[in-house]
């Protein structure tokens, strides 16, 4: 199939959908993409599609892939199934036909039949079982759960729709963007077995439409109760070149088959037609919203389009085509949109510097890029997508992950831009001392700087890794390091991490190429392809080739708000409740766990406080690390977030990972219960009481150097390594504070 054609089923799927009769309750969540071009792709019912479930029959590929490469199994290894088997207590019966015969391990795969599978407990080894799974990037089963349910997808680690869409075109070899190696024999029987559950298995819906596909099917319990059905299909099956999959909530693995085969019989009809184009619409109105934005230090309240055509005249060229500047203003106005929280403990959305958006007094140009493009924005999953831009890439373009671990990647690779190829080339000097004072600026330790140098470069060229001898740590990214010396030397020192460094005089000399981070849009480049005579369309496919232009609805009028809210609204309350939790579906079963650990937190600390602690504190628990940074204005690395009575987490499962749930959750109910008292005083004063009243008994090894913690450094930071270092010395100053003998209440 072609890629034309792949592209034409992203256009259709949304529009078939609706004539599906599912006998399901709910409507089902989808998605497809193109398994030769990662950038097309469609999908609804995101909150769906990232909640992290148990993957059901589904994982009986990966079970099947490990049983063969492990050879406890042969391809033609036949056994008699015996209808009916118990899983952690429960009886399953299987639904597939008595062939009166023994099954193949591809005909236990396309039957789904349980028996097959959890009769290879037994001889499957925990480690030959993660082995196979560690080559697929999922997490280990771990030694508490039950390796036969494991098997069979009703234990063990979850996994996320999308995830199991990426297994089986991994394990099928049907995606060239991420092979992975399997013997030739154990692909042959996986994709038989795939093949047959189109044809003849549990996925036959398929086949009854004429769609000769590679399909497995699962039945999974959902985290709230009750059961959904899921399909993964890949299509064509000589040679596949878009996947599928589909959840059903409230239904079986069969019903999902059937709406993949509605979707696909649908998306093949319309294959010819054209997919519709990302477009900045000239008719569009402006939407009169208005943005909080601290300028020169005072909160105006601004209308968005007039504070966008204020960022295109501070962030743009200014005698840049008019193609740039509507690409500027869209992805101006999507990150505005993206961040407007950032700032929500000081008042106000956003901040007039660097740190978020630079203005200047507007032009013609820039108000009629605004006016143009009003209400336009880069879309992901619904919302306004986490978009970067930067003024030159310097010829490379570079991932956000790269620069800002757990960053969304809105771009499927790096990309060379002849645009802007080697713009602008730069040098410059600065001195050992002031290098120095940015390194403790940062969080390090160190008295005297014996050397810089750079030990790893990514795939862009750009500084990956620095070590900076005689300092602890003694590396430093090169991202950090940039942030770091331009908050002390000046932004011009460090243009931007593609360059080199070597030693001179009393201090260093930086030679490199571009200006900024050069993830996401260049500014230089794009105004390079309009003058050419590129359209706004041709330079955001460019630059955003996985995100679509849409307009935004606001949330009530004269508030600019993302499309839809990223966390659902918590369920039905008991009015009397004192601790009310938000939980995505996926961890809902942990509802009773997070109220026992808050209540036990607040009782306890609000004795040691001597303070009355709310009536009501409610949780709120994101689905994705995104989410969480989209309602709180917190960088990646922050765990969680408290306003009043009300705590915002990351998902729980990151939570656990990092070992910090009951920490985090006991940091942020102290701030509940002392912030109130401690209203007014510096930022330092609040977060070292928060860590004091969660574990009075730690000590603080961190030595005090200077002054504590300035509010900025909480604000602002310029680095994970920099916060973490503000926080370390607010607990200490605290501490020490509280070790003279001062009251709580006290301490300023």
């Given at each position: 199939m072609s890629r034309c054609a792949a592209a034409a089923l992203l256009a259709v799927v949304a529009g078939a959908i609706t004539g599906v009769a599912l006998r399901a309750q709910g409507d089902a969540a989808y998605f497809v993409r193109s398994l030769d071009n990662p950038a097309e792709r469609r999908e609804a019912r995101a909150d769906i599609l990232d909640t992290p479930v148990l993957p059901g029959s589904v994982m009986k590929v990966v079970t099947l892939a490990a049983a063969l490469e492990s050879h406890v199994i042969e391809p033609d290894t036949a056994r008699m199934c015996r209808r009916t088997v118990t899983i952690n207590g429960r009886r399953y019966t299987c639904s597939h036909p008595d062939l009166k015969r023994p099954l193949t391990p591809a005909e236990a795969l396309a039957h789904s039949c349980n028996d097959f599978f959890v009769s290879l407990a037994p001889r499957l080894t925990r480690a030959m079982f993660n082995q196979v799974r560690g080559t697929l990037g999922l997490p280990p089963v771990s030694a508490t759960a039950d390796l036969a349910a494991s098997f069979v997808g009703l234990d063990g680690p979850r996994v996320t729709p999308r995830t199991l869409l990426d297994i089986v075109a991994r394990l099928a070899g049907a995606d060239p963007q991420r092979p992975v190696r399997v013997a030739a024999d154990t692909r042959r029987v996986l994709v038989d077995g795939l093949r047959g559950a189109a044809d003849y298995g549990t996925a036959s819906a398929l086949g009854a439409k004429k769609i000769a596909a590679l399909a497995k099917t699962g039945t999974a319990p959902m985290p709230g109760g009750g059961w959904m059905g899921v399909v993964v299909a890949l299509e064509p099956a000589m040679r596949p070149t878009r996947g599928i999959?589909?959840?059903?909530?409230?239904?079986?693995?069969?019903?999902?088959?059937?709406?993949?085969?509605?979707?696909?019989?649908?998306?093949?009809?319309?294959?010819?037609?054209?997919?519709?184009?990302?477009?900045?619409?000239?008719?569009?109105?402006?939407?009169?919203?208005?943005?909080?934005?601290?300028?020169?230090?005072?909160?105006?309240?601004?209308?968005?389009?007039?504070?966008?055509?204020?960022?295109?005249?501070?962030?743009?060229?200014?005698?840049?085509?008019?193609?740039?500047?509507?690409?500027?203003?869209?992805?101006?106005?999507?990150?505005?949109?993206?961040?407007?929280?950032?700032?929500?403990?000081?008042?106000?959305?956003?901040?007039?510097?660097?740190?978020?958006?630079?203005?200047?007094?507007?032009?013609?140009?820039?108000?009629?890029?605004?006016?143009?493009?009003?209400?336009?924005?880069?879309?992901?999953?619904?919302?306004?997508?986490?978009?970067?831009?930067?003024?030159?890439?310097?010829?490379?373009?570079?991932?956000?992950?790269?620069?800002?671990?757990?960053?969304?990647?809105?771009?499927?690779?790096?990309?060379?831009?002849?645009?802007?190829?080697?713009?602008?080339?730069?040098?410059?000097?600065?001195?050992?001392?002031?290098?120095?004072?940015?390194?403790?600026?940062?969080?390090?330790?160190?008295?005297?700087?014996?050397?810089?140098?750079?030990?790893?470069?990514?795939?862009?060229?750009?500084?990956?890794?620095?070590?900076?001898?005689?300092?602890?740590?003694?590396?430093?990214?090169?991202h950090d390091f940039r942030m770091a010396v331009g908050r002390v030397a000046g932004w011009q020192t460090v243009k931007s991490t593609a360059f080199d460094v070597r030693r001179i005089g009393s201090g260093y000399r930086l030679t490199g190429r571009g200006f900024g981070h050069g993830v996401g849009l260049c500014v230089i480049g794009a105004g390079n392809r309009a003058g050419r005579g590129a359209t706004a369309d041709s330079i955001l496919k460019f630059y955003f080739p996985n995100l679509r232009v849409e307009s935004y609805r606001p949330r009530t009028p004269g508030v600019a708000a993302p499309v839809k809210p990223s966390v659902p609204p918590a369920p039905p309350a008991d009015p009397g409740a004192d601790v009310r939790v938000a939980l995505p579906a996926a961890e809902e079963g942990e509802r009773g766990r997070v109220v026992q650990l808050v209540r036990a937190a607040r009782d306890s600390m609000s004795i040691r406080t001597g303070t009355k602690p709310p009536a009501v504190i409610r949780i709120t628990v994101h689905p994705t690390t995104e989410a969480f940074a989209r309602a709180t204005g917190q960088p990646w690395w922050v765990s969680g977030a408290s306003d009043g009575a009300s705590i915002d987490l990351l998902p729980l499962t990151i939570l656990r990972q990092q070992g910090q749930l009951e920490r985090t959750l006991r940091h942020e109910v102290a701030h509940v219960l002392v912030d109130g008292a401690l209203a007014g005083r510096p930022l330092w004063v609040r977060e070292g009481a928060a860590f004091y009243f969660a574990d009075p008994a730690a000590s603080s090894e961190t030595p005090i150097r200077g002054s504590c913690p300035a509010d900025e450094e909480f604000l602002r930071p310029l680095s994970a390594g920099a916060h973490r270092s503000a926080y370390a010395r607010a607990e200490a100053c605290f501490r020490r504070a509280i070790a003279q003998g001062k009251r709580w209440t006290e301490i300023r």
């Open positions: 999959v589909v959840v059903a909530p409230g239904a079986a693995g069969l019903d999902a088959a059937a709406v993949a085969a509605d979707l696909l019989t649908g998306a093949t009809r319309a294959a010819s037609a054209p997919a519709p184009p990302v477009s900045v619409d000239p008719q569009s109105k402006p939407v009169r919203q208005s943005i909080r934005i601290a300028i020169n230090g005072r909160v105006n309240t601004l209308d968005l389009e007039d504070y966008i055509a204020r960022v295109v005249a501070g962030e743009g060229q200014p005698k840049a085509a008019d193609a740039a500047q509507q690409v500027l203003a869209i992805t101006a106005r999507t990150y505005a949109l993206a961040n407007l929280n950032r700032h929500r403990r000081e008042g106000y959305d956003l901040c007039d510097t660097t740190h978020c958006q630079v203005l200047r007094a507007a032009t013609d140009s820039t108000r009629r890029a605004a006016q143009t493009t009003a209400g336009r924005v880069l879309v992901h999953q619904g919302q306004p997508a986490s978009v970067f831009y930067s003024a030159s890439c310097g010829g490379h373009s570079e991932l956000a992950s790269n620069v800002w671990p757990g960053a969304a990647d809105h771009a499927s690779h790096l990309h060379e831009d002849e645009a802007c190829r080697d713009e602008p080339a730069w040098s410059s000097e600065v001195r050992a001392d002031r290098v120095e004072r940015a390194l403790r600026a940062a969080g390090h330790r160190g008295d005297r700087l014996r050397g810089v140098q750079i030990v790893q470069r990514n795939a862009s060229g750009r500084v990956a890794r620095l070590r900076v001898e005689g300092f602890t740590p003694n590396e430093i990214s090169g």
